[in-house]
């Protein structure tokens, strides 16, 4: 006759409990915070873009008016909508790839060699916008380089810290016994990279892709100077629109034009994850 023995169930400490209350309730509250802070300088903008008429010291418009929403229709706006999104996905698809072979080759290189590769490629951050431009659009009007290539080469360099960063940080963390084990098992460099590397780094790369994106679709200096009036896109519409007085709703339109799409991709690609990992949490 043989007894199972089991072990004694604990409850959870009364201290536990609140522990982890707090901790929630300040992850909570920060969200909140952090969400309120990003969400704040939103709300002028919104109220000049229906405000008809608003004057001081009244604290909200005293007449309403969506007209200044047509001019999202007018083919010089739509026109330049596209060549935003062209410039964003041209430079994304070229500084993230790169971004991860200079990600890679720092971690390659062992010591010094490696901090060497990364100061090089962090190098941009620490350049003015405005004189990396400067001194880049003399060599490019030198050899006769095209407007949009040029704007192009420009944001890549700068866009390349950010997706460097981004790779680093996974590739920190990246463990590369998965390949040993798919190498071990028979699968050669290609199928360890379609199947291994790129699934294992798919978060990374979408961030890199969005934040390289980011730096396209919302330039002004690169366009204005490296393009020179050649390219008309959504900030230097902006831009022309903020010179001139009496513009504000105007103003206001053309710049929820330029914040709302990028923050409906990030919500498109962050909510569902987090509605999974709630779900999870949830389910017993």
């Known amino acids: 006759m043989t007894a199972t023995l089991s072990a004694p169930h604990r409850a959870p400490r009364p201290g536990t409990r609140i522990s982890m209350r707090g901790r929630r309730a300040l992850r909570i509250a920060f969200g909140v915070l952090l969400l ?62 790169l971004g991860l072979l200079g990600a890679l080759a720092a971690r390659a290189l062992p010591g010094r060699r490696g901090r060497v590769v990364d100061l090089i490629l962090l190098a941009p951050l620490a350049v003015p916008p405005f004189a990396l431009v400067m001194g880049a659009n003399t060599t490019l009007l030198r050899l006769h380089v095209p407007a949009f290539a040029g704007v192009v080469l420009i944001l890549v360099v700068t866009a390349l810290p950010y997706t460097t960063f981004m790779f680093r940080s996974a590739l920190a963390a990246y463990e590369q016994r998965f390949e040993d084990v798919a190498g071990t098992l028979g699968a050669d460099r290609r199928q360890v990279l379609r199947h291994v590397r790129v699934p294992l780094l798919s978060t990374a790369t979408a961030r890199a892709f969005f934040l390289a994106f980011l730096v396209g679709w919302g330039d002004y200096i690169a366009t204005l100077l490296a393009g020179g009036g050649q390219l008309r896109t959504l900030p230097m519409l902006l831009g022309a629109a903020a010179s001139s007085t009496g513009n504000e709703q105007l103003t206001a339109v053309l710049s929820l034009a330029v914040i709302v799409p990028p923050v409906v991709i990030l919500v498109a690609f962050v909510l569902p994850g987090s509605v999974t990992a709630i779900i999870r949490k949830a389910t017993p």
């Not at 229709?73 to 041209?90: F, I, W």
Request: with cysteine.
């Open 36 to 97: 309120g802070w990003i969400l704040t300088p939103l709300l002028p903008l919104a109220l000049w873009s229906v405000a008809g008429r608003w004057q001081a010291p009244a604290v909200l418009p005293d007449t309403y008016s969506l007209e200044a929403f047509t001019v999202l229709g007018v083919p010089g706006t739509l026109r330049a909508a596209l060549a935003s999104l062209l410039l964003g996905c041209t430079v994304a698809l070229v500084a993230t790839p």
